[in-house]
């Protein structure tokens, strides 16, 4: 459904955002604060990938903002010379929210953690994805707390022993992608911070795209969790593990590509041998992820596990739907439209009674 269909205007620029033919460069984004991250930490390769490739979107700093929750991740506005504002433990996406239905000309990001949105933040995460409000959230999984020290997290696998399971986790971890797909998100999509370009492509994928777009960002903490991706990260691990997704493409992976993945009986997906597939145990699967459905999306967000035994990368779902700061902003000019606005009537309700 277009913007025309809604009664909305049709929006130019990078999501609704107006563009310029200025020349940007990686360094007009940089702040000049210190970076204060621990040596090694992943978010060290998302803030240079962050800044080398915004300038090719067209966008000058000062339409551009970043808000943040609590959390190592959430220092993220301190380092772009962007706006920013380093907000409330798990609300930056209620925050975001109003800047977005309050400010179209903006391009709105929202960083944070594990902990941040899928704890104390869980609700307002779902709501906007479910909104699907013209932001960008992306979400820094490292698999504990960094900040407060070390505690297990919702995303820390079961059995996990930290300072606050010393015994290991009795919870059974959150997916972020299947969180984010059950609340129908409209982009949804997985990168390693170690993989710039596949990276760069998954952002810049989300910056085009008009509506939530959530990005789940395997993040290395070399302090509390080193190591929790680097079954991803080894070359030949990697082969047999990542199922990249491209779009239009077979999902085969594999050094030789010797493994894909095919449809189960009742709908859902697995992973087999590609010598072994048969007519009758079904055929390779196509990526799509314009699929209207996001059960497909899901249903490839389950292969794997906690385990990381098969990691699907890229972009699991793009799909276009109403945004709902277009939908807030057309009902405030409808109401303009129909009659003169009576705030006190508004107050007052049909409905009065006497105390």
Same mark, same amino acid.
């Given at each position: 459904?277009?913007?025309?269909?809604? +009664?909305?205007?049709?929006?130019?620029?990078?999501?609704?955002?107006?563009?310029?033919?200025?020349?940007?460069?990686?360094?007009?984004?940089?702040?000049? @604060?210190?970076?204060?991250?621990?040596? +090694?930490?992943?978010?060290?390769?998302?803030?240079?990938?962050?800044?080398?490739?915004?300038?090719?979107?067209?966008?000058?700093?000062?339409?551009?903002?970043?808000?943040? #929750?609590? #959390?190592?991740?959430?220092?993220?506005?301190?380092?772009?010379?962007?706006?920013?504002?380093?907000?409330?433990? =798990?609300?930056?996406?209620?925050?975001?929210?109003?800047?977005?239905?309050?400010?179209?000309?903006?391009?709105?990001?929202?960083?944070? =953690?594990? +902990?941040?949105?899928?704890?104390?933040?869980?609700?307002?995460?779902?709501?906007?994805?479910?909104?699907?409000?013209?932001?960008?959230?992306?979400?820094?999984?490292?698999?504990?707390? +960094?900040?407060?020290?070390? @505690?297990?997290?919702?995303?820390?696998?079961?059995?996990?022993?930290?300072?606050?399971?010393?015994?290991?986790?009795?919870?059974?971890?959150?997916?972020?992608?299947?969180?984010?797909?059950?609340?129908?998100?409209?982009?949804?999509?997985?990168?390693?911070?170690?993989?710039?370009?596949?990276?760069?492509?998954?952002?810049?994928?989300?910056?085009?795209?008009?509506?939530?777009?959530?990005?789940?960002?395997?993040?290395?903490?070399?302090?509390?969790?080193?190591?929790?991706?680097?079954?991803?990260?080894?070359?030949?691990?990697?082969?047999?593990?990542?199922?990249?997704?491209?779009?239009?493409?077979?999902?085969?992976? #594999?050094?030789?590509?010797?493994?894909?993945?095919?449809?189960?009986?009742?709908?859902?997906?697995?992973?087999?041998?590609?010598?072994?597939?048969?007519?009758? =145990?079904?055929?390779?699967?196509?990526?799509?992820?314009?699929?209207?459905?996001?059960?497909?999306?899901?249903?490839?967000?389950?292969?794997? =596990? @906690?385990?990381?035994?098969?990691?699907?990368?890229?972009?699991?779902?793009?799909?276009?739907?109403?945004?709902?700061?277009?939908?807030?902003? @057309?009902?405030?000019?409808?109401?303009?439209?129909?009659?003169?606005?009576?705030?006190?009537?508004?107050?007052?309700?049909?409905?009065?009674?006497?105390?």
């Amino acid at each position: 459904m277009t913007a025309t269909h809604l +009664g909305l205007p049709e929006l130019g620029g990078l999501a609704g955002v107006p563009v310029t033919d200025e020349p940007q460069r990686a360094k007009d984004y940089k702040s000049d @604060q210190e970076v204060r991250w621990c040596p +090694g930490c992943g978010d060290y390769i998302v803030l240079n990938t962050m800044q080398s490739f915004l300038p090719t979107l067209g966008l000058k700093p000062e339409n551009i903002v970043f808000v943040s #929750g609590i #959390g190592c991740s959430s220092r993220f506005p301190y380092y772009m010379n962007t706006y920013g504002m380093h907000s409330i433990h =798990g609300r930056a996406p209620a925050i975001a929210t109003g800047l977005a239905v309050a400010r179209p000309d903006l391009s709105v990001w929202v960083v944070t =953690g594990d +902990g941040d949105a899928l704890s104390i933040g869980g609700n307002h995460l779902i709501h906007t994805l479910r909104r699907n409000v013209n932001l960008k959230i992306l979400l820094f999984n490292n698999r504990i707390y +960094g900040l407060t020290k070390g @505690q297990y997290s919702p995303t820390s696998e079961a059995g996990k022993v930290t300072k606050s399971t010393p015994m290991g986790s009795l919870d059974n971890p959150f997916n972020p992608i299947s969180l984010a797909l059950g609340a129908e998100a409209s982009f949804v999509a997985r990168a390693l911070d170690s993989d710039k370009k596949g990276l760069t492509e998954v952002l810049t994928a989300a910056a085009e795209h008009r509506g939530s777009a959530f990005v789940e960002i395997y993040q290395n903490c070399p302090i509390f969790n080193d190591g929790a991706f680097d079954v991803l990260k080894d070359r030949d691990e990697a082969a047999r593990r990542i199922i990249p997704l491209r779009a239009g493409e077979p999902l085969t992976f #594999g050094p030789e590509n010797e493994y894909g993945v095919v449809r189960t009986r009742f709908g859902g997906l697995e992973v087999a041998k590609t010598s072994e597939i048969t007519a009758e =145990g079904g055929e390779l699967v196509v990526h799509d992820p314009t699929i209207n459905d996001p059960a497909y999306a899901f249903a490839l967000s389950r292969i794997g =596990g @906690q385990e990381l035994e098969h990691t699907p990368v890229g972009i699991f779902r793009n799909v276009a739907r109403p945004t709902y700061d277009d939908l807030a902003r @057309q009902q405030v000019e409808h109401a303009k439209a129909s009659k003169p606005a009576d705030l006190q009537a508004l107050l007052n309700g049909k409905d009065t009674w006497t105390v």
